[in-house]
């Protein structure tokens, strides 16, 4: 199977104000088409793996591979051009930018990527709301929108590049039960409609039990997988 990601050795630090390891020694890898998740008390770890993962933070030992290509020692705009590329994020919060349209918010990262001009990034983002059931949400203004509504924007947003990696911090962290389900069910078909590979962090353990595959974080070491 072909590797998509991989973290090799990651030791991180935090000084506050004592040194305190919070990463210690992680190695995992994830193959195209998984839909792994992290999971694990507050406090193991979790977030700051996910911060090293998408090459956000650069300040750690190890190594992280992308797509075969080590991630250590680049540049920040090599780094930018990866994350625009190859990682499409879902965060807790979906920072949408209210002045805009839902289709303006989903083409944002098309633009920037100069790989498509307007037209087709345009094109692409109605694809992808209507693949998420929400195409006709597209003319509305981003700040008119529910919670879970806007959560979908985010994903369909996530989605505008092609990303070989979707990483999700806490996607469903802000959002009610109901609206929780209807997140899990769209990764879901994410994953079996698309293929697409996914890593997402998550409290819940019915959204961690969707996933193919569960990581479990204890003190900055992964401690069980479950597949
Ligand atoms: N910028 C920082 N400076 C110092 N310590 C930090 C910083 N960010 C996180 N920490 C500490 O590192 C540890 C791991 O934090 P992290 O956010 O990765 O955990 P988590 O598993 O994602 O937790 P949660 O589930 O609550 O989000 C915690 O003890 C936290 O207090």
Redesign the pocket.
């Known amino acids: 199977m072909e590797t998509i990601l991989e973290a090799v050795n990651i030791v991180k630090y ?3 104000p004592v040194k ?1 390891k ?1 990463l210690d020694g992680v190695n995992f890898s994830i193959a195209k088409g998984d839909f792994v998740s992290i999971v ?10 996910m911060y090293v993962l998408s090459t956000m933070d650069t300040d750690y030992e190890g190594e992280v591979k992308i797509d075969g290509v080590s991630m250590q020692r680049k540049k920040e705009k090599y780094l930018a051009k990866i994350r625009n590329e190859k990682i499409g994020f879902v965060f807790q919060f979906h920072y949408l930018l209210n002045e805009f349209t839902v289709l303006r918010n989903v083409m944002l990262p098309g633009l920037k990527l100069n790989r498509y001009s307007e037209k087709e990034v345009e094109a692409r983002a109605y694809e992808k709301l209507q693949t998420l059931g929400i195409g006709e949400l597209a003319l509305k203004n981003a700040a008119r929108l529910s919670g879970g509504e806007k959560q979908r924007v985010a994903i369909a947003r996530a989605l505008i590049n092609d990303p070989d990696i979707i990483m999700g911090d ?1 996607p469903t962290g802000n959002l009610d039960k109901k609206n929780s389900e209807l997140v899990f069910d769209i990764f879901k078909q994410l994953s079996q409609q698309l293929n697409q590979t996914m890593l997402i ?1 998550t ?1 819940d353990p019915d959204f961690a039990a969707k996933t193919n595959r569960i990581i479990r ?1 204890e003190d ?1 070491k992964i401690v069980d997988e479950q597949r």
């Not at 694990?40 to 770890?45: P, T, V």
């Open positions: 935090f000084y506050d305190v919070v694990g008390k507050s406090g193991c770890g979790k977030s700051s793996l806490e962090v409290h974080m900055g």
